[in-house]
């Protein structure tokens, strides 16, 4: 019989639904059990795409002894972290600060108040690996509940308090200062410092895309003309897109690699991954002129337009890691396998490719008793993972071919793989609406509709369609997730309900993909609720006493712990995102304290941003924008003179310029962008002819109407 979980929408509950364990939801009914009861809390933490969630759910949660034992000692409660990040957060605090680490699936002992007291993250079935058993763990929380409660509770209250304490913010400074360019320097220094000149990525194994610290170290690059930020950037951009990482034949980036060669991908495949990732190619695009990055990112975009967008437009939230291997009948979850869906056999590669196979095997390291060099569990026994182990010069060397023979044969190798892997049992999509990971998707697909417009990349068909698939997400949040009544955007979507007022997090995502979206379109609707999205956002979440935003209301007396989240992971940090936002609103509307609540927020951090780069790199790309100021470039079109806006927005897009807030307008734009942005009314086009303005602090340049006349404009500014 299915357990409570039944009733949600999560696809992570869901999962657990038919569980043995006697699930709950987080809420009071579950509260309210373990206070009647006496119990302790067992909250296990996860979303449905953690390869780890599912190995310890076959071993553990879908085991009737062990589900015995949970369901006689304790209150179980699950959470999908991508629903409830403000619960999630409380409690990874907790288990970091207690174990030294943290990770999915969590698993917390609670008292029936909600406080910690015990917590990890997987739990064999039984020790071994130098890890406790679960069982064993059950047994022994058992007991000290049973025979030694107040000792327990205690400690909890104790750990309660620490956690608050680090819910202020980790990394605040007691000062005001803004970072300057010698801390900018600083922290340019620490990712030297880490950074694998052999390998690219920063660290050892195992390695994780941090775009944020690439674009920080990108902006960098074109605040002060050195080399060396943006060539660490390249390096490890080039190292990710060709390494197993990348999907080489249906595109998009799995989660991060298990080695420090980019070889054995962990395969979940995440929203927020493609859209930080494609927003990082298309930055190197610019800044090193090289089609290949953009290229890349144009392969991830059509990844996720086909795999991860639904009918509406709403981008969904990620692919699973593990499948069913080919050849299996059933999907029973035991058969579920790791990479199954990507890894090929050198065999059924040699019998699909027929002569293409040698040319495909020399550039991707195929071995007929298989290529993984990194295999602890046994998965990819036999196995081929692809990566790219030669470049084309080589491999047309190596087979006897020309460099086009050889780039014919892997288009068509690609085209057969895609193919075949039709017929595979697929991973499962989570196909949840997250409004966070739909801006940054928003966003990412509205800037390549302006970068891939350069045509130096070769790529400019894509532009428009690049640009309606933001309109179209955007116009699905805010149909389906912004309740325009009380102006409260929601968290989720899924199966045709809204659930959860949205975070922080949510709401910086949004204006981000907003701004985005409006510098692509020049549209007023996107501009306009993207000001008012950074207005909630302020008054919900703004902490008027320290600066900064904190990730929840305070609203829920469920959620312990009233967090200010600074860190940059997988994902940004609300507060980050929420400067870079502000730097540009600024930069278009009339100030309204948004300059105010900047300094703030940057003040925060101090002098000591340089030495804690590493661990918020985005608010160091805002430190590193304001630092270098912000401009404007208005490109004004009559509406008959294609053929110039063409060029002039080809010649902008063919350089990096990260400081620069772009404003395109058009006949049917100008008068409502005027009655926003009074400055544009003075900026026309001019002799019938598309003409830019390259302005800072709203005061203009002489207009320029031909790309020579631009590219004057941009060096001089």
């Known amino acids: ?116 007291f015990y917590g990890g993250t997987y739990f064999p079935p039984q020790s071994r690996w130098n890890m406790p058993g679960f069982t064993e763990v059950l047994q022994s929380i058992a007991r000290s509940w049973a025979t030694d409660r107040l000792r327990v509770v205690q400690s909890a209250q104790t750990l309660v308090n620490e956690v608050r304490r680090l819910g202020a913010g980790r990394v605040t400074s007691t000062g005001d200062t803004i970072a300057g360019p010698e801390q900018l320097a600083v922290a340019v220094r620490q990712f030297a410092a880490a950074f694998d000149a052999r390998r690219g990525g920063f660290g050892d194994a195992p390695k994780f895309p941090r775009p944020s610290e690439l674009l920080f170290l990108l902006r960098e690059h074109a605040r002060t003309g050195e080399a060396a930020p943006r060539d660490m950037v390249l390096q490890t951009l080039r190292a990710m897109a060709l390494g197993g990482m990348r999907d080489h034949v249906g595109g998009g980036f799995h989660r991060y690699s298990v080695d420090g060669n980019w070889r054995v991908p962990h395969f979940e495949k995440m929203l927020y991954d493609q859209a930080q990732l494609v927003l990082a190619y298309l930055e190197a695009a610019q800044a090193s002129g090289d089609p290949f990055f953009a290229e890349i990112a144009e392969d991830t975009l059509r990844y996720v337009a086909r795999e991860l967008r639904s009918a509406d437009g709403g981008f969904y939230s990620a692919e699973d890691a593990d499948s069913i291997p080919p050849g299996h009948a059933s999907d029973e979850a035991p058969h579920a396998v790791e990479g199954a869906f990507y890894a090929w056999s050198g065999q059924e590669l040699r019998e699909l490719l027929g002569d293409d196979f040698d040319v495909f095997a020399s550039r991707f390291g195929i071995e007929e008793n298989g290529n993984a060099p990194f295999d602890p569990h046994g998965e990819f026994t036999g196995l081929n993972l692809l990566y790219t182990a030669r470049n084309l010069e080589d491999v047309a060397s190596k087979t006897s071919r020309t460099i086009d023979d050889v780039a014919e044969a892997l288009s068509r190798a690609r085209l057969v793989l895609f193919a075949a892997r039709v017929s595979r049992p697929r991973p499962h999509l989570d196909d949840k609406v997250l409004a966070a990971w739909n801006g940054l998707m928003i966003a990412a697909f509205a800037r390549a509709s302006r970068v891939l417009r350069a045509e130096r990349f070769g790529l400019v068909d894509g532009a428009e369609r690049h640009l309606e698939a933001a309109r179209r997400a955007a116009r699905f949040v805010r149909d389906r997730l912004w309740r325009a009544g009380d102006q409260t955007l929601l968290r989720r979507y899924r199966d045709g309900e809204a659930a959860f007022d949205g975070y922080a997090e949510d709401y910086a995502s949004m204006v981000f993909g907003l701004v985005e979206l409006f510098q692509a379109t020049g549209e007023i609707e996107w501009l306009d609720w993207a000001d008012t999205l950074q207005q909630r956002m302020d008054e919900r979440f703004w902490d008027a006493e320290s600066g900064g935003w904190f990730s929840t209301t305070g609203a829920d007396p469920s959620v312990l712990v009233r967090l200010k989240e600074d860190y940059d992971g997988a994902e940004p940090s609300a507060g980050a995102l929420a400067a870079l936002n502000l730097l540009t609103l600024s930069n278009l509307l009339p100030d309204d304290g948004r300059m105010a609540r900047l300094e703030r927020a940057l003040g925060r951090f101090g002098e000591r941003l340089g030495e804690v780069a590493r661990v918020v790199p985005l608010v160091a790309a805002a430190a590193s924008t304001w630092t270098a100021g912000v401009g404007q470039v208005v490109v004004s079109s009559s509406g008959s003179d294609h053929e110039s806006m063409s060029s002039l927005r080809s010649a902008l897009a063919s350089h990096y310029l990260p400081f620069i807030v772009a404003v395109p307008v058009t006949d049917t734009t100008r008068d409502e962008l005027a009655a926003r942005l009074p400055f544009i009314a003075s900026l026309p086009a001019r002799d019938g002819a598309a003409t830019a303005y390259v302005c800072r602090n709203f005061v203009c340049q002489a207009p320029a109407s031909s790309v020579e006349a631009l590219e004057s404009a941009l060096v001089a500014r």
């Open 1 to 116: 019989m299915a357990n409570r979980l039944a009733g949600e929408k999560s696809p992570y509950l869901l999962q657990h639904a038919d569980n043995p364990v006697n699930w709950r939801p987080w809420g009071e009914d579950a509260f309210a059990d373990a206070k009647r009861e006496s119990k302790p809390i067992f909250l296990s933490i996860g979303y449905s795409t953690c390869h780890w969630c599912h190995v310890m759910a076959h071993e553990s949660f879908e085991n009737a002894e062990i589900a015995a034992v949970i369901n006689r000692d304790f209150i179980p409660i699950k959470v999908d972290r991508e629903e409830r990040p403000d619960v999630d957060r409380v409690y990874m605090t907790f288990v970091q600060a207690t174990t030294g680490s943290g990770g999915w699936p969590m698993s917390v002992w609670l008292t029936p108040e909600l406080e910690p």
